[in-house]
């Protein structure tokens, strides 16, 4: 009888742990309670790429569009944790935490740095109350500085910086309560331990890590950072500014710690060695397409463009997981419907589980067509799962073409077909 060494035993013990998650999970909703300034944006593609484009719904907050979830697997918004008692099957519930001051001052930068066409867009999602409150917020913080600002307009920045996490955690039964009533604390503390997972900004990497078992999607990242807040002149607040929003925040001071103390205990429990399992998304006749889930790091949240799906690299290195329909396929294609620039498109290299193919490139219909050959070598470990890595060492921004741009995104290709027979 062949024995299995005990660590060789933990390590497909916690594979199969890990696949049984992913199949559990396949088809159970996935809630991303967003918290504003806690890296949601950045989170938000990176989640929803794991799910069909067709069952997801962002902006859950949004006045303008469905605000039901529906038969959407992934939700995600502005919204509080009564929210996933709106699902039709009870959802996975994951959010993120930021230490309270550092939230704070981000969300205060925030509101002051938006643009004309950014408040187009706010006025398509928030309550005419919030969307004049929004406006408000910015011009007198602005005019007034932020000592004055929080005096003079007590109301207004309270509303938009007092413990916001303890009351989007305790729910809209509260929303009644003033923000520092300690019975708002009582219900986000009950409602912490009801979330599946509560990551932590600050531990970003074991956040995703934790995440990533939980939902057998091994290892996930890097995270792309989006929406960045613009840093002012006013970003460092004086010190009574300061102490005028510790004042404020001193729940969200105490879930916070409460939340970190779970985080740790979590961590602990949790194996230290590395996953070794790659969710891959299986390929039919047609091969894969950004609209499938998608199984791997370094993209960008899927767009739609011209009646279909594609998606952007987000990294120079950049991953995706697939499964062949029939084991060790011989050739390999991918079509990119856009490239940065000619000399992006000269530099890119793909790879199949660590070997470089020999590409042919060509104009086709839909974009650029990539062919090759696939050496019977890259199936050597595991004839059914292909580990594809597309290396694109030049990126731009659509800002650096156009200064008038909005989006200050760093790509190189958008992919749109894999096919592998």
């Not at 070794?276 to 791997?296: I, M, N, R, S, Y």
């Not at 995706?320 to 419907?337: G, H, I, K, M, Y």
Request: proline share 7%; with cysteine; hydrophobic share 40%.
């Amino acid at each position: 009888m062949v024995q299995v060494p005990e660590q060789c035993g933990d390590d497909l013990t916690r594979d199969n742990l890990m696949k049984q998650a992913a199949s559990l999970t396949a088809e159970r909703p996935f809630f991303f309670l967003h918290i504003r300034k806690t890296a949601g944006v950045s989170l938000r593609g990176l989640l929803a790429n794991r799910f069909p484009a067709d069952r997801i719904l962002f902006q859950a907050h949004s006045r303008s569009g469905p605000q039901r979830p529906g038969n959407a697997l992934f939700a995600t918004g502005h919204v509080d944790f009564d929210y996933a008692g709106s699902f039709p099957i009870h959802p996975t519930i994951f959010t993120v935490l930021r230490e309270p001051m550092s939230r704070c001052v981000s969300a205060h930068d925030f509101f002051q740095s938006h643009s004309e066409p950014f408040f187009q867009t706010l006025a398509t999602e928030l309550s005419t109350d919030e969307y004049a409150a929004r406006r408000r917020y910015q011009e007198r913080a602005r005019a007034l500085g932020p000592k004055r600002f929080l005096g003079e307009e007590e109301p207004l920045a309270r509303y938009w910086l007092a413990n916001v996490q303890t009351r989007q955690l305790a729910g809209a039964s509260f929303a009644s309560l003033r923000d520092d009533d300690p019975r708002l604390l009582d219900a986000a503390l009950t409602n912490l331990a009801r979330i599946d997972l509560t990551g932590i900004l600050e531990r970003q990497a074991d956040t995703l890590k934790l995440l990533g078992r939980m939902m057998g999607w091994g290892p996930l990242g890097p995270l792309a950072h989006l929406n960045r807040t613009p840093r002012s002149s006013q970003s460092e607040l004086d010190p009574a500014s300061l102490h005028i929003l510790h004042s404020w925040n001193e729940l969200d001071l105490r879930l916070y710690e409460e939340a970190h103390r779970l985080f740790e205990h979590r961590l602990a429990a949790s194996p230290s060695a590395e996953d070794k399992v790659q969710l891959a998304a299986p390929l039919g006749a047609d091969g894969f397409t950004p609209d499938q889930p998608l199984h791997g790091a370094g993209w960008h949240e899927r767009e739609r463009h011209e009646g279909r799906w594609l998606c952007w690299n987000s990294a120079p290195s950049a991953t995706l997981n697939l499964q062949p329909a029939t084991p060790a396929p011989r050739r390999f294609q991918c079509l990119l419907s856009h490239v940065f620039n000619e000399h992006a498109l000269n530099r890119i290299g793909i790879a199949i589980n660590d070997r470089p193919l020999v590409l042919r490139k060509r104009a086709a219909e839909g974009g650029i067509l990539i062919e090759s050959d696939i050496p019977a070598s890259a199936w050597a470990a595991d004839p059914a799962h292909a580990v594809l890595t597309f290396q694109c060492p030049v990126m731009g921004s659509p800002q650096d073409l156009d200064p008038n741009s909005s989006d200050a995104r760093q790509l190189g290709f958008a992919l749109a077909r894999v096919l592998l027979d």
